[in-house]
């Protein structure tokens, strides 16, 4: 399995604001991965952090609106910018480990809860 | 993304019982299939995984049934106890082209009751 750390893990923020989570892995993974989960409701990935290039983005996301970084092997940052309420959710890091039996496995972090009022 | 289709929402057993939770997928170059427990306030935890090309899997009380000609697979927990309560998620992807890029059921809120 593996270890990941998100910080914050709850934050309460104004509309029109801007939040940076951050993801650590307690070993370098070649692939890292942003989910968003509404209260409720199931995980849909935003997009995949590539290392030392610009992370792929999934239909209805986009890069202005959820900036990534990923400087290395074990870390990981999401943005959420110009927050609005609909942003309110959790927004989760995973991880995916090669188990070479199933092949790539994938592992989450404990999520940050972000309100935006 | 491509859809997975997760039933019952909800789910409520007495202690002991054997809770069955059911996926339906489209693509059939789906090649991975896990399923995940999540508590209140945590992230998904994997619980087991299974790939097309074994129609069963059991690890512990867990068991993966895997049915490729109706794209169905299932999740059996045998003998649930009070401490299985939580939410399960059933996942797809295509490990060669995607990368592991994860495509979710809609969950299933499971109760054991004691």
């Known amino acids: 399995s593996a270890v990941i750390s998100q910080k914050p893990s709850r934050d309460i923020c104004q509309r029109g604001t801007s939040l940076t989570i951050q993801c650590q892995v307690d070993?370098?993974?070649?692939?890292m991965f942003w989910y968003r989960q509404q209260p409720g409701q199931s995980l849909t990935l935003i997009a995949t952090a590539n290392q030392g290039s610009e992370a792929t983005y999934e239909s209805g996301f986009v890069i202005d609106k959820f900036p990534i970084s990923r400087p290395n092997l074990t870390f990981s940052t999401l943005t959420v910018s110009n927050m609005s309420p609909e942003d309110s959710s959790i927004y989760l890091c995973?991880?995916?480990?090669?188990?070479?039996?199933?092949?790539?496995?994938?592992?989450f972090g404990p999520g940050t809860r972000l309100t935006v009022t | 993304q491509q859809q997975v289709k997760q039933s019952p929402q909800s789910l409520i057993v007495q202690k002991g019982g054997i809770p069955i939770i059911n996926c339906a997928y489209e693509?059939?170059?789906?090649?991975?299939f896990p399923w995940y427990q999540q508590f209140p306030g945590k992230g998904p935890a994997l619980l087991i995984a299974?790939?097309?090309?074994?129609s069963e899997k059991k690890e512990g009380r867990f068991t993966i049934s895997f049915n490729k000609s109706a794209k169905q697979f299932s999740l059996h927990i045998m003998d649930s106890q009070p401490g299985d309560s939580a939410t399960y998620f059933c996942a797809a992807s295509i490990e060669e082209t995607s990368g592991s890029r994860l495509t979710f059921g809609e969950g299933t809120q499971l109760t054991v009751n004691p």
């Open positions: 693509n059939t170059a789906f090649d991975y």
């Open positions: 995973s991880v995916a480990r090669d188990s070479s039996v199933l092949g790539y496995e994938q592992y």
């Open positions: 299974i790939r097309p090309d074994v």
């Open positions: 070993s370098q993974v070649t692939m």
